[in-house]
Nanobody, 128 residues
């Protein structure tokens, strides 16, 4: 059974930074797709960013462009999310998800239903 584990969440003041990490026990290939999603209370789950390991291309939701950076290490089966200039609107539970083999088109489309494996989430709270 594939295990996905996130870490790095916490509480920070607006304008601050956090770095989330994720490790997954799934097999990784050039066509592996992984991503970060978040869900705030009373809101729908939102796809923040996805990464296609084959060529390193990433896709971001508009609200985090220029502030968040997704990166990954296939050998370590790890995914990261560098979050800068955080705002209170970024407060949410953040989830890491992955799919061992996928297409770049589908991966960069940031669809939650495309992911096969999910972590339990790590809470990010931003205060004003």
């Amino acid at each position: 059974q594939v295990q996905v584990a996130e870490s790095g969440g916490g509480s920070v003041q607006a304008g601050g930074s956090l770095r989330l990490s994720c490790t997954a026990s799934m097999n990784t290939y050039r066509s592996t797709c992984m991503g970060w999603f978040r869900q705030a209370p009373g809101k729908e789950r939102e796809a923040i960013a996805t990464l296609y390991f084959g060529d390193g291309r990433a896709s971001y939701v508009d609200s985090v462009k220029g502030r968040f950076t997704i990166s990954g290490d296939a050998a370590k089966k790890s995914l990261y999310l560098e979050m800068n200039n955080l705002t209170v609107e970024d407060t949410a539970m953040y989830y890491c998800a992955g799919r061992s083999r996928g297409s770049d088109y589908e991966c960069l489309g940031r669809k939650a239903e495309y992911m096969h494996y999910w972590g339990q989430g790590t809470q990010v709270t931003v205060s004003s």
